[in-house]
């Protein structure tokens, strides 16, 4: 297995892994994903590949793209309450369904961490859905902590 950053030809492997996302979301919260639509678009996603403040990573096995994870930097530079540091935001983390159990998701995030460190980033962070337990148990086992919490009310 390789990772590297991604490029314009992984794009159709990546909108694949996204749908598989969604769907993921969609079982949890259908009052807010769309069965089978993708976070972006074909041309969105192929912008978000070109920027280095968006860097997208792949894991690929054979010409097969296997995983991925998305991530932006964030600063906080000039910041009336928080310090100058560099955030590193995991956007999004996904295993293709077919390859889970192969430990490609640990071998994303501990690049992702290798390449945050390198890049000078302060802190690493993410987001889960709540009811994305298995999302929640791997990042668990990877040594992230609760930094916050977002609450909702449905009207």
């Given amino acids: 297995m390789n990772i590297r950053r991604a490029e314009k030809k992984d ?28 976070k972006y678009t074909v041309s969105q996603l192929e912008r978000i590949i070109e920027n280095d403040e968006t860097p997208v990573f792949v ?8 995983g991925y994870c998305f991530g932006v930097f964030q600063s ?19 295993v293709n369904a077919d390859d889970r159990g192969k430990h490609i998701g640990r071998a994303l995030y501990e690049h992702t961490i290798d390449f945050a460190k390198q ?3 302060y ?6 859905w709540e009811g994305n337990n298995s999302a929640i148990k791997f990042y668990e086992k990877c040594g992230l902590k609760i930094q916050k919490y977002g609450l909702e009310t449905i009207l």
């Fill in 119 to 121: 890049s000078g980033c």
């Fill in 76 to 94: 906080h530079k000039n910041d009336n309450n928080f310090p100058d540091i560099t955030t590193y935001y995991i956007d999004d983390l996904c």
């Fill in 59 to 66: 894991a690929e096995e054979s010409g097969h793209i296997a």
């Fill in 123 to 128: 802190n690493v962070t993410l987001n889960v």
């Fill in 11 to 38: 794009t159709q492997g990546i909108m694949q892994l996204l749908m598989q996302v969604n769907n993921v979301h969609n079982a949890a919260r259908p009052d807010l994903f769309i069965k089978d639509k993708t």
